[in-house]
């Protein structure tokens, strides 16, 4: 995969894959395993779970001795015993003590330690958890505790600067039958002269970080705070085994560039070494284009726009790691010793498209504002009756409303499919594609008679869509001259073929959703399909792989893409094996992609079998076809296929709604 900012186009993740990938060997478990709180109903009713921590204050005596004052309590906000002996569960903590050095903008922790490398580097200091406290119970009712830190703060320490103390907590249940820890992580920050706290480290919030991680939780779990990660990924802090900082502005940076940074394009790999193992970053696909800056930096944090208000070399080297700003190499030869003059050159707001301010650098060139755009909509079906050819009347205009003459743009589809029920399916079943460039309009509408015929024997509703792109130049005659793809976003028109009622193809996911994650569609199938409900269309149950003879409706094909490393089984299209895939979220909760509650078996209203010549069986019914899609194992095809008769599918007895094993209970995560 070729993905350089600046440059290459988005369409290139498609390349490679279009969700975060690495090998499975240099990456950490994920914890996607169903958990089924059902089979433990009543078996331990005394035992609550949960944790929950909290600090209440913070003291800091003459000596630099620190005191934290916290509360850890359970579900329903009883007290726990942090030595696991009065409340059940065995509870673990950390906490980090940290603040910001006047006129500085990051934090330098207090609770150090010094990392040793596995070969012959010399040891680096690390912040981290602090080492020798002692806890003192305050109240066991409410799980108040005081804890003093092992390390003491130098007595010449600012009074008057930021302080943060951080903790976590872990409380392990395994004992009672749940396999993972419940976690917690708080931050208390304030000035310990009093007053006000002013000086903040805020970039990023949780909820950005969620859109695709749901939620973000390194180092095992507990650590969900952007608030906390600071205190730890700070500038002092490097790795011994390779010399990379873990600075979170640097390491955050290529971490998420992955396969992308020029350093590993060159042939070189971007890993550390943590607790012994090493964590390979090099392999990871970012799951958009990475040069839209605002999918992490969004707006709300204080210091939201600081990517573009205060440049700097340590994060703009962390992406352009071929920048040598020492010699000006790859820095069109302007040597930069400080960051004093980068607000110079890499302004807020630029002038145009592509200039040297940073927004305007990082422009995607199928976003640009120059672009003319393409807007498109169907006006209505004529002729749209059994063994007909169907008149299709649309507008074109670009996005200011001028007309556009769609036999100079690059393509122009009209697709008709039907039925609305299942696509492609049964004898009245089509999915065709037309070019109607050759149409002549006016003022941007055509009348497009389609050569292809609606079935013989067709009834109820069939579709009709658009879908367009435009290959425009742009910054024609300018070093920067670059072709961009102006993409339309497709409509979708559904239609009646025998008078009845029109029945629109039902919504099983957003594409709102998908967004979240993947910024647009438009990567796929070269920019004309980026909508949800248009990809339906062709990844009907019809619809095999050409080589690997594998499903691809798009219930299997997009669960087995997204579950990936997780699969029993390679899923393979053309050349292409998604087992490489790791999904950044947590596979269990469907309703990250899923809308109305769809993923639910009891939703489930087609009967139509999936052809999966390339699986298990030659076909597969809809339910298990879907659960299939993440569920590739043997095991769980001979169960779908033992509880299906020729009267159907019988999952609901046990995974319908309400259920011991209802999808909502099997996919449960802890709580």
Request: hydrophobic share 35%; net charge neutral; glycine share 8%.
């Amino acid at each position: 995969m070729k993905q350089c900012a600046f440059r290459t186009s988005a369409l290139a993740l498609v390349t490679t894959l279009f969700l975060i990938a690495a090998h499975a060997d240099d990456r950490p478990v994920k914890q996607n395993k169903d958990f089924n709180p059902g089979a433990l109903a009543g078996a331990f009713p005394m035992v609550t779970t949960g944790v929950a921590c909290k600090i209440k204050s913070v003291t800091i005596a003459k000596d630099g001795t620190v005191v934290a004052r916290f509360t850890v309590t359970d579900s329903q906000g009883l007290g726990l015993d942090v030595n696991g002996v009065q409340t059940p569960g065995t509870l673990t903590f950390s906490f980090v003590a940290a603040y910001i050095p006047s006129g500085q903008t990051q934090y330098t922790a207090y609770t150090t330690t010094t990392d040793k490398a596995l070969n012959t580097n010399p040891s680096q200091i690390q912040a981290g958890g602090d080492t020798g406290g002692k806890y003192a119970l305050v109240d066991a009712t409410s799980g108040t505790w005081d804890y003093t830190f092992g390390t003491k703060l130098p007595i010449t320490y600012d009074p008057t600067a930021t302080h943060s103390i951080g903790m976590q907590a872990s409380r392990s249940l395994t004992n009672f039958g749940y396999p993972t820890a419940f976690t917690s992580n708080d931050v208390y920050t304030w000035v310990p002269s009093g007053g006000p706290v002013t000086v903040t480290r805020d970039l990023i919030s949780e909820a950005s970080c969620n859109k695709c991680h749901d939620p973000i939780s390194a180092h095992g779990g507990p650590r969900t705070l952007i608030a906390y990660c600071v205190l730890c990924h700070t500038p002092q802090s490097t790795n011994p085994d390779t010399y990379n900082t873990v600075d979170l502005k640097v390491f955050i940076h290529k971490l998420h560039m992955g396969s992308s940074l020029p350093s590993v394009q060159a042939g070189a790999k971007y890993f550390v070494v943590h607790r012994g193992a090493v964590v390979d970053f090099s392999d990871i696909v970012f799951p958009q284009d990475i040069r839209d800056c605002t999918v992490c930096h969004a707006a709300g944090p204080k210091q939201a726009d600081n990517w573009k208000t205060n440049p700097s070399r340590a994060a703009c080297g962390s992406c352009h790691d071929n920048v040598n700003f020492a010699t000006g190499a790859n820095h069109v030869n302007l040597v930069q010793a400080d960051d004093n003059q980068c607000k110079q050159c890499h302004a807020v707001k630029g002038v145009q498209d592509f200039d040297p301010a940073i927004p305007n650098a990082h422009v995607i060139p199928s976003y640009s504002t120059s672009l003319p755009g393409l807007v498109m909509a169907v006006q209505k079906v004529d002729n749209a009756k059994p063994n007909t050819a169907p008149t299709v009347t649309f507008k074109v205009t670009d996005k200011a409303g001028n007309p556009v003459d769609i036999s100079k743009i690059t393509q122009i589809r009209v697709v008709l499919a039907g039925p609305n029920s299942d696509y492609g399916t049964g004898a009245a079943g089509i999915r065709v594609s037309e070019d109607p460039s050759k149409t002549v309009g006016a003022s941007g509408v055509y009348s497009y008679t389609m050569t292809n015929k609606i079935p013989a024997g067709a009834t109820g509703s069939y579709t009709v869509s658009l879908e367009a792109h435009n290959n425009v130049t742009l910054m024609p005659n300018t070093v920067a001259s670059q072709t961009a793809s102006d993409n339309a976003h497709p409509v979708e028109f559904y239609f009646s073929v025998d008078g009845s009622k029109v029945a629109p193809r039902r919504t099983v996911v957003a594409t709102a959703k998908c967004i979240s994650c993947h910024q647009d569609l438009a990567f796929v199938h070269g920019g004309t399909r980026g909508e949800t409900q248009e990809c339906g269309m062709c990844h009907n149950p019809t619809l095999t792989d050409g080589t690997s003879k594998q499903s691809v409706s798009m219930a299997t094909q997009i669960h087995s893409i997204h579950r990936g490393e997780n699969l029993a089984n390679p899923y393979i299209l053309g050349t292409t094996n998604y087992q490489d895939v790791r999904f950044p979220g947590d596979l269990r909760d469907c309703a990250t992609c899923h809308v109305n509650n769809s993923y639910q078996v009891d939703s489930v209203t087609t009967t139509v079998a999936v052809a999966s010549p390339g699986g298990f069986t030659p076909t597969t019914p809809p339910i298990s076809a879907a659960c299939q899609g993440c569920h590739d194992d043997k095991a769980t095809a001979s169960h779908a296929l033992s509880n299906t008769t020729v009267l159907g599918e019988a999952c609901l007895t046990c995974h319908g709604n309400g259920m011991q094993f209802s999808v909502d209970a099997v996919h449960a995560r802890q709580q």
